[in-house]
């Protein structure tokens, strides 16, 4: 078994769509063994999103991450990291498979609703920015 690290978006929360995110979520396999629920400092989501630091829409990126509470949560299952990236669909919900939660959800390539650790190596890291060892059952 694997761990993967997701948030559910400001635009997600937003709209009220927790619960629809998490179901999708647990109906694919993936157990959700830590979740809180956070509004993130600027100093939190630019650590966070560090790796885009150069890019154009890193601003815009920081700005609609820190606009609203974000639910942050740690999954487990057989390949989490790779099956959840299936799950949330393509970045651009214009590209998205159905019944992926972008594809259900999302509103723009930016406002995606979900976010999902892109290798096992940065799901530990970015674990770790938000949970203890502890939270994690
Ligand atoms: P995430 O890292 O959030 O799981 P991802 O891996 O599918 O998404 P990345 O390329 O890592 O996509 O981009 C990180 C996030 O930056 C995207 O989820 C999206 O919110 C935002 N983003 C990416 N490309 C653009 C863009 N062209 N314009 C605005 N925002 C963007
Ligand atoms: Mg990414």
Do not use: W
């Not at 997600?12 to 959700?32: C, P, Q, S, W, Y």
């Not at 609703?113 to 938000?130: C, R, T, W």
């Amino acid at each position: 078994t694997e761990r993967t690290f997701s948030i559910i978006k400001p635009d997600a929360t937003r709209r009220n769509l927790t619960g629809k995110v998490n179901a999708v979520i647990e109906d694919a396999g993936l157990r959700i063994v830590a979740q809180k629920r956070i509004h993130m400092s600027r100093a939190q989501a630019e650590r966070f999103y560090e790796v885009h630091k150069e890019r154009p829409f890193f601003g815009e990126l920081v700005d609609f991450m820190v606009s609203a509470p974000v639910v942050v949560q740690v999954l487990e299952g057989p390949n989490a990291v790779a099956r959840y990236r299936e799950v949330m669909g393509a970045t651009n919900p214009a590209q998205a498979a159905e019944g992926t939660i972008r594809k259900l959800y999302a509103e723009s390539v930016g406002e995606n609703s979900v976010h999902g650790s892109d290798s096992q190596e940065n799901a530990k890291l970015e674990i770790g920015q938000f949970f203890s060892e502890a939270e994690i059952v």
